[in-house]
């Protein structure tokens, strides 16, 4: 798919994508936002300060994709600690997951919010590619998004590093995992365009 992203004069990126790579993105979008869930119930008429010191969980996430956007904060580089260090490393981990989970779920919504409307705000393209163009601020957001996009595939193909992926890319094409992988590497090649964009 040749679809990059380039620098546009004063800030931005834009980036020419067909129909099949709209569809792909939105599509994976949605399915991002549908796994993160719903934020909470909002009432127009009711206090603004109401919802601000709304507890999260405090328990990581079963699903090991939500596992991996929403980490514990506290974990030993090192490996495995000892079962003393380990208790006290869940109950940090507990206590900040239950101020911030809310916030970062949040984010993460918004972000890929903001890739469905910017695609759904693109013209039908038809044959040729519909030129999108994001300001610097919607620039950050698909490079949130696009992040998220790639860490909820890794996961599901249980990608631990970067040399995971590239064996992967050598799959025989009857392999049901071939297309994951061809997203994760797409998603990889956007994600790496938009950085340049964004270095001053």
């Not at 790639?150 to 992926?165: P, W």
């Amino acid at each position: 798919m040749p679809g990059t992203f380039e620098p546009l004069p004063g800030g931005g990126a834009a980036v020419a994508l067909d129909d099949v790579e709209i569809s792909i993105i939105r599509s994976l979008a949605v399915q991002l936002m549908e796994l993160i869930g719903p934020g909470p119930a909002e009432d127009a008429s009711a206090d603004p300060f109401a919802g601000l010191f709304d507890e999260g969980p405090s328990e990581p996430p079963s699903d090991p994709v939500l596992r991996r956007l929403f980490p514990d904060a506290y974990v030993d580089p090192e490996g495995a600690p000892r079962a003393e260090e380990a208790e006290e490393q869940r109950a940090h981990s507990a206590e900040f997951r239950r101020y911030t989970e809310n916030d970062l779920r949040a984010g993460k919504r918004d972000n890929a919010l903001a890739v469905i409307r910017s695609l759904d705000g693109l013209l039908p393209a038809g044959e040729d590619a519909a030129v999108l163009e994001l300001s610097p601020d919607e620039s950050r957001q698909w490079l949130g998004a696009l992040n998220d996009l790639r860490l909820a595939i890794g996961s599901r193909l249980e990608i631990s590093d970067e040399d995971d992926g590239d064996l992967l890319f050598h799959l025989p094409a009857e392999d049901p995992r071939k297309p994951m992988v061809m997203a994760y590497l797409w998603l990889g090649g956007l994600q790496e365009a938009l950085v340049a964009t964004l270095m001053p």
